[in-house]
């Protein structure tokens, strides 16, 4: 083989790659946002928090830590539900259970039955974060990142532990913060 046809060889081995990886990627935009592994409702675009959209009963914060939210109108039996699913997840998260918190957004400012001193109580300061929460199911469970945006959600009348269990522990897996 001459030099000429080793070069144009070794060319179209690392340029076909790049051409058809790009050409695929283009011919098909939502191939790779539409299949996703998470078992949560991804929020697009994230909605974004600043610090006085929450104001949180006690000293917790949003910064630096995952946290687990249900936000809903009034506590009936569903949020008594919700309450206790979350802390199921919490605590069948083993070592990473000090990486998340749960709490509780009520609008009428009713409390749930189980006295449970871990749970944070909060409410919605902000009228756009109001708006935003509202596009989405009533009586959801929000999952916040350690930066403060809500990422994604779930609805509790048919919420599965384990699948949960298994995005939080692949966030956790990949994420440097919280």
Known sequence: MTAKKEFWMLLAMFILPIAFGTLFFYANP??????TVNYG?????????????????GDASLQGIWTMVYVSSRCDDACEKAVEDMKTIRTLMNDDMRRIQRMIIIEDNSIPRSNDESLIMAKVTSEKLTQNLKKYTENAIYLIDPIG?????????NIDIRLVIKDLKRLFKYSRIG
Do not use: C, G, H, K
């Not at 697009?44 to 949180?56: G, K, M, Q, S």
């Open 30 to 35: 939502n191939y790779f946002s539409e299949s």
């Open 149 to 157: 945006n809500i990422m994604l959600y779930y609805e509790p009348q």
């Open 41 to 57: 409702e991804l929020i697009r675009p994230v909605i974004a928090t600043e610090e006085n959209d929450i104001e949180i009963d």
